[in-house]
């Protein structure tokens, strides 16, 4: 797929794509500043689903009838679209799930419980989200394996000097995320890689705020897995991806047993499909894996590049803002970060604040964001989050500062 030039990307008429942005919220315009929960829904994708129940509403792979036959192609060309968009090798090694959690739990339980032994050690980053800190726990419980921790810097930073000191010949599994949820830094991901690979270990990305901010070639970072979710990528919910090398793929056993992962099952013994679908245990979420497609196409219409263009114009622009609020404390301010603004007012709980400008129609984020051992690290209970999208704009971005400017100053009386 082509990606749209610089010069076709307009703001304003990509809005229109996005009906739930065209509402009031307590009697003002929304401002929807809550993407890195999840993003809005163009038409397009609205408009797959629907198509789907209405004219082909159908099990895949199995039956021989019409419509089986259009949902299968259909299922199987999202399949195609996403191996294109990160550049798999193959389109055998995407694998639909539930999400970004999922495909973390999958590599753990099925790769985790079948290589680790007691004594190997899986190194995670102090900034992960609870999806990639907890199936690694109990995977280390279950094998025996040692759970290392990557520190993060007081900018927000992974703290390289940490990571190539815990990191050794001991080293089986290295699981870390390429953008930060709540600090929005973008980990130097390709090295990472690079220096794990060299003492024999495995990498996961948790890629699930990258793959809507950035171009991922897992052929080019030389991934072994990357798992990410649609619904930040302006897909439905309940989808995700992960991308796994054929040759650890084959190597691992399913994760879950039934219809579809089988090839052949009797009382006395099963054999198991080929990949992908011997990760894919039963009926699937067929609609919306279609709805993933159009987000798929909507990415590619846009261009990835203009989309990360405008959403750093976001961010440098809110930053620069922001900057001049008294009392204004930023939690993250990393080189190099994606579209997302972490941060506490002196004296003025979050959740206040996440009140307030929900009834001023601006909805952001409040609280520790799924990443409590990296606010125990900053010493807060949580932070303000406001994180931006293709859709946002610099006037929304203006409105929210002026917001925060208006409820501080009432606050503080």
Request: net charge negative; proline share 3%.
């Amino acid at each position: 797929m082509q990606e749209a030039s610089t010069t076709t990307f307009n703001v304003y008429e990509i809005r229109k794509q996005f009906p739930v942005l065209d509402q009031s919220v307590n009697g003002k315009p929304l401002i929807y500043f809550d993407n890195a929960a999840t993003s809005q829904k163009p038409s397009s994708v609205i408009d797959s689903l629907k198509g789907y129940y209405e004219g082909y509403n159908a099990n895949i792979h199995r039956g021989i009838h019409t419509l089986a036959e259009k949902a299968t192609q259909a299922y199987e060309e999202t399949r195609k679209a996403i191996a294109e968009m990160i550049n798999a090798a193959e389109e055998e090694e995407i694998i639909f799930t539930r999400g970004t959690t999922e495909g973390i739990n999958l590599v753990a339980q099925s790769y985790g419980r079948s290589f680790l032994q007691k004594g190997d050690e899986i190194l995670i980053s102090g900034m992960e989200h609870h999806s990639n800190i907890v199936p690694w726990q109990l995977v280390a419980e279950q094998t025996g394996a040692v759970l290392k921790v990557i520190n993060v810097l007081d900018d927000g930073s992974l703290d390289l000097d940490d990571f190539e000191q815990k990191l050794s010949e001991k080293t089986k599994i290295v699981s870390i995320v390429y953008v930060s949820n709540t600090l929005g830094t973008i980990n130097p991901i390709k090295l990472l890689i690079e220096k794990a690979q060299t003492v024999g270990a495995v990498v996961l990305i948790d890629g699930a705020q990258a793959n809507p901010h950035l171009h991922v070639d897992v052929q080019e970072l030389k991934a072994d897995f990357l798992a990410f979710s649609s619904h930040k990528m302006y897909g439905p919910t309940g989808v995700g991806v992960l991308y796994g090398k054929r040759k650890w793929l084959e190597k691992m056993p399913p994760y879950q047993g039934g219809g579809e992962m089988i090839s052949d099952v009797s009382f006395d013994k099963t054999t198991f499909n080929e990949i992908p679908h011997k990760f894919e245990a039963g009926t699937p979420n067929i609609a919306d894996v279609i709805g993933l497609h159009a987000a798929v196409e909507f990415i590619h219409e846009v261009g990835i590049k203009n989309i990360s263009a405008h959403e750093d114009e976001l961010l440098n622009y809110g930053t620069s803002l922001l900057s001049d609020l008294e009392g204004f404390e930023p939690i993250g301010t990393a080189e190099k970060k994606a579209s997302v603004i972490s941060f506490n007012i002196k004296d003025v709980h979050p959740f206040d604040l996440g009140v307030m400008l929900d009834a001023k129609g601006i909805a952001i984020r409040t609280g520790h964001h799924c990443t409590q051992p990296l606010m125990d690290r900053f010493n807060v209970e949580g932070t303000a989050r406001a994180s931006f999208a293709v859709y946002n704009t610099l006037e929304e971005v203006s409105s929210f500062v002026d917001a925060l400017k208006s409820i501080v100053s009432k606050l503080r009386g």
